[in-house]
Nanobody, 124 residues
Framework: QVQLVETGGGLVQAGGSLRLSCAASGRTSSANSMGWFRQPPGKEREFVAA????????AYADSVKGRFTISGDKSKNTVYLQMESLKPEDAAVYYCAARRAIGLPRSTYLYDFWGQGTQVAVSS
C-alpha cells in the first residue's frame, strides 16, 4: 500500500499562486507514476497533471497548461503542483494519486492509490 498526503491548499485571490505538495509513504516503490486531479463542487473528478519517475515524463490538462507545473523529488517521495495565475474555475478539492504502472493516464480508474485531498479556493 501507498499512503498519500496532500498539503498546501487554501484561499487565494484570482491571479495568485499556490503550491501543493503530496508526500508518499509506505510501499513507495509501487508508485511509479504520480498524478494530480481535482474535483470542483458538483462536478466529476478531472485530470490536472501527471509525471512518471522513470524518464520523468509529464502531461497536463489543456486547461492548466502554461499555468501549472508538476514536479517531483523522488528522494523525498514528494510531488508538487505549482499553480500560477489562478482563476475562480480552478477552485476545487485537489487530489494526489499514484499508480503502479508507468504511464500518464488521465482516467481516475487507472490510478491505484489516492490521497484525501486538499481544498483550493480562488476568490474573484
Amino acid at each position: 500500500q501507498v499512503q498519500l498526503v496532500e498539503t498546501g491548499g487554501g484561499l487565494v485571490q484570482a491571479g495568485g499562486s499556490l503550491r501543493l505538495s503530496c508526500a508518499a509513504s509506505g510501499r513507495t516503490s509501487s508508485a511509479n507514476s504520480m498524478g494530480w486531479f481535482r474535483q470542483p463542487p458538483g462536478k466529476e473528478r478531472e485530470f490536472v497533471a501527471a509525471l512518471t519517475w522513470s524518464g520523468y515524463s509529464i502531461a497536463y490538462a489543456d486547461s492548466v497548461k502554461g499555468r501549472f507545473t508538476i514536479s517531483g523529488d523522488k528522494s523525498k517521495n514528494t510531488v508538487y503542483l505549482q499553480m500560477e495565475s489562478l482563476k475562480p474555475e480552478d477552485a476545487a478539492v485537489y487530489y494526489c494519486a499514484a499508480r503502479r504502472a508507468i504511464g500518464l493516464p488521465r482516467s481516475t480508474y487507472l490510478y491505484d492509490f489516492w490521497g484525501q485531498g486538499t481544498q483550493v479556493a480562488v476568490s474573484s
